[in-house]
């Protein structure tokens, strides 16, 4: 066989992956891909795939985080703030994105971490969600909530705050809730991710919500300098935000049963000085709302 004709079986494949790759990208930007649902019919997708759990010394409604993982599912790293929050007086919202649509770990790492599938911006729809679903508990606070989200949950929290700044939600609900982002009154992303195709560009930040990010020096998945330049554009516009660039962690530098993956350490001291920073911006940002 000539290479000519080893070549040219290689490059119909490619070309037969770029153009549906093509295609994904096209129908997450116009949105004809992404399923348009009512803000009832995202909560009932969502509603057996959101846990709630309230601190064990809660007296009356407490404020509440809702947590949203990254592109490969929940992971412990999720459990591990959930219990320093939950001991810190906090309730915590665990939203489980990736089951709800059936996606297992397989298909998160090869559909959704490699962006074929479910972006931040129609993953947004889901946090009017769980928002609904974390209002109907009698031990939450559904006037002070947070927003925490990591990685692809951190692109999620990006895209719906810039999302309300625009007073509305993600387009994948149709019709629009009245109120965008009810109750939520600071949003934290953990090393998101920032660049192509991230919709948000930092001019359009949610005001009334505060925004608190940390990045890691040596994240070359979702790399800082893409946060960074989203960030200085948001305070060019007038909107900080408040972001903390730590030179020696990587990516999932908290996770501590991360994939074997050797762009990402886990650093146990990095995770638990973290978790005291997320404790810190929330008893902030709740301090004068008891």
Same mark, same amino acid.
């Given at each position: ?73 929940? @992971?412990?790293?999720?459990? $591990?703030?959930?219990?320093?929050? +939950?001991?810190? /007086?906090?309730? *915590? &919202? ?108 930092? @001019?359009?930040?949610?005001? $009334?919500?505060?925004?608190?990010? +940390?990045?890691? /020096?040596?994240? *070359? &998945? ?69």
């Amino acid at each position: 066989m000539t290479l000519s004709r080893l070549i040219r079986p290689l490059i119909i494949a490619l070309l037969i992956l770029m153009s549906g790759l093509g295609a994904c990208a096209t129908g997450n930007f116009t949105g004809w891909s992404v399923p348009e649902r009512t803000l009832a019919e995202q909560t009932a997708l969502l509603r057996e795939h959101v846990e709630i759990r309230l601190p064990e010394t809660a007296n009356g409604p407490v404020p509440a985080a809702i947590l949203l993982h990254g592109c490969g599912g929940q @992971r412990d790293v999720q459990a $591990d703030y959930a219990t320093a929050l +939950l001991t810190a /007086g906090y309730g *915590v &919202v665990l939203v489980d994105s990736n089951s709800a649509r059936g996606i297992g770990r397989f298909g998160a790492m090869t559909q959704i971490c490699t962006a074929q599938r479910l972006w931040g911006q129609e993953r947004a729809a889901d946090i009017p969600a769980a928002i609904a679903i974390a209002s109907e508990s009698p031990g939450i606070d559904a006037d002070r909530l947070a927003l925490i989200g990591w990685s692809h949950g951190g692109w999620t929290v990006l895209e719906a705050l810039d999302f309300a700044d625009e007073g509305r939600s993600s387009p994948a609900l149709s019709p629009q809730p009245s109120t965008p982002l009810p109750g939520v009154r600071t949003a934290i992303a953990i090393y998101p991710y920032c660049g192509f195709p991230v919709r948000a560009d930092g @001019r359009g930040f949610a005001t $009334d919500i505060s925004l608190h990010a +940390l990045l890691g /020096g040596r994240d *070359v &998945v979702a790399p800082a300098r893409d946060c960074e330049r989203l960030f200085a554009r948001a305070a060019e516009a007038g909107r900080p935000v408040n972001h903390e660039l730590w030179s020696g962690v990587t990516h999932a530098f908290d996770e501590p049963n991360g994939p074997p993956d050797p762009r990402m350490e886990y650093d146990a001291d990095a995770a638990q000085r973290a978790r005291a920073s997320i404790i810190s911006w929330l008893d902030e940002a709740f301090a004068d709302q008891g």
